[in-house]
């Protein structure tokens, strides 16, 4: 999960001599944000932008339809890798996200869709902006690595 990229708890911000000894308590970006509800909120926001953005309409093509089970097994997902109970490894075992993602070309245009639809839903979901800009790294790092096509 991405708690290595945000570096929650990093106790090294900690070591400082007038420092105190007893480090504040571990967060996960999954309790950050507020739970599941609000994790649940961010996959449905992500799906809601990607079928009505004309911005999107090329990555919506690409994603079988109805999207009724992709929206719960990003979730699912969502869930374990923000911190949450790994949902989508207890029913279907380890992501393997780039595997899966082979069967469709992803290039730079196909990442920047996607970033599109997930900027919007963080801007609309996420309240607080530390977090909103931390996640949008996080999820930016993960676009960029699902791509697999060479650049154009
Ligand atoms: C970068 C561009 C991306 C494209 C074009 C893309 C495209 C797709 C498509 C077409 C599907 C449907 C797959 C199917 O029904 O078989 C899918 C499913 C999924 N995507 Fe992506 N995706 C991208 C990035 C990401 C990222 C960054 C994540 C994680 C944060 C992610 C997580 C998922 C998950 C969890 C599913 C459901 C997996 C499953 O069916 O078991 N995707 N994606």
Not at 16 to 41: D, L
Request: with cysteine; charged share 25%.
């Amino acid at each position: 999960m991405i708690r290595k990229l945000f570096k929650i708890g990093d106790k090294s911000s900690n070591t400082a001599p007038s420092a105190p000894k007893h480090p504040t308590p571990e967060q996960t970006p999954y309790q950050m944000m507020g739970g599941a509800e609000a994790v649940r909120q961010l996959s449905d926001r992500f799906y809601d932008i990607m079928e009505q953005a004309p911005e999107a309409s090329e990555l919506l093509a690409i994603h079988p339809q109805p999207m009724d089970s992709i929206r719960e097994r990003f979730y699912e997902f969502l869930s374990g890798w923000l911190g949450g109970p790994g949902l989508f490894e207890q029913k279907y075992g380890h992501p393997r996200l780039r595997a899966r993602h082979l069967p469709f070309k992803i290039d730079d245009e196909m990442r920047d869709q996607w970033m599109f639809c997930m900027n919007r839903a963080l801007d609309i979901e996420i309240d607080t902006p530390l977090l909103r800009e931390q996640l949008r790294q996080a999820f930016s790092q993960l676009a960029d690595h699902m791509r697999n096509q060479p650049p154009a």
